[in-house]
Structures are given as C-alpha cells and as structure tokens.
C-alpha cells in the first residue's frame, strides 16, 4: 500500500505559479511511477506529467509542455509539481498518483491516488 497525500493548492491569478506536493508514505516509494493528474470542473480526468524510478524518465503531457516541471526528493518521499505561467484553464483539482510500472497516461494504470488539490486561476 502507498498513501499520498498532495498540497500546495490554492487561488492564484493568471501568470502566477504555484508548486504543488505529493508525499507518500507506505510501500516503498521509490519504486514508484508517480504521475500528475487533474480534473478541471465538469470535464473528465486528464493526464499532466509522469515521472518513472529508478530512470526518473518523465512524459509531459501536451498541457504541461513548457510550463510545468515535475521532480521528486526520494530523501523526503515527495513529489512536486512547479506550475508556471499558469491558465484560467488549468483550474481544476489536481491529484498525484502511483503505479508499480513503467510512465503511462491512462488514469485508470494507476493503483493509488490522494484525495487531490484544489487550484483556481484568476483572469
């Protein structure tokens, strides 16, 4: 078992940053795929980034490229997600996940996920 608990959400306006966390607790973590997933208001859950141990490969999602930087402290069991330049569009809850294998996409690859953040951008 994994437990993930994320923070770092919050109101922000358009072109502000926030960094998000994803500390995990359980099995161990750094065996883990962790991936960044959000589910704006009304709309369906979508992949943002993924980082894979032990190669620490990462695959950005297209609403991330540019903008969002994924990076783990395997020391602290936590992953962080630096959100810049940031979009009205990028509202949405945020959730950090875990998988046994290799970088996916699909939500449903995922074994463990936290109970998610809120962020809101301003325009």
């Known amino acids: 078992q994994v437990q993930l608990v994320e923070s770092g959400g919050g109101l922000v306006q358009a072109g502000g940053s926030l960094r998000l966390s994803c500390a995990a607790s359980?099995?161990?973590?750094?065996?883990?795929?962790i991936g960044w997933f959000r589910q704006p208001p009304g709309k369906e859950r979508e992949f943002v980034v993924a980082?894979?141990?032990?190669?620490?490969?990462?695959y950005y999602g297209d609403s991330a490229k540019g903008r969002f930087t994924i990076s783990r402290d395997n020391a602290k069991n936590t992953v962080y997600l630096q959100m810049n330049s940031l979009k009205p569009e990028d509202t949405a809850v945020y959730y950090c996940?875990?998988?046994?294998?290799?970088?996916?996409?699909?939500?449903?690859?995922?074994?463990?996920w936290g109970q998610g953040t809120q962020v809101t951008v301003s325009s």
């Open positions: 996940a875990a998988r046994g294998g290799s970088v996916v996409r699909e939500a449903d690859q995922y074994d463990y």
């Open positions: 980082v894979s141990r032990p190669s620490n490969f990462v």
């Open positions: 359980g099995r161990t973590f750094t065996t883990y795929t």
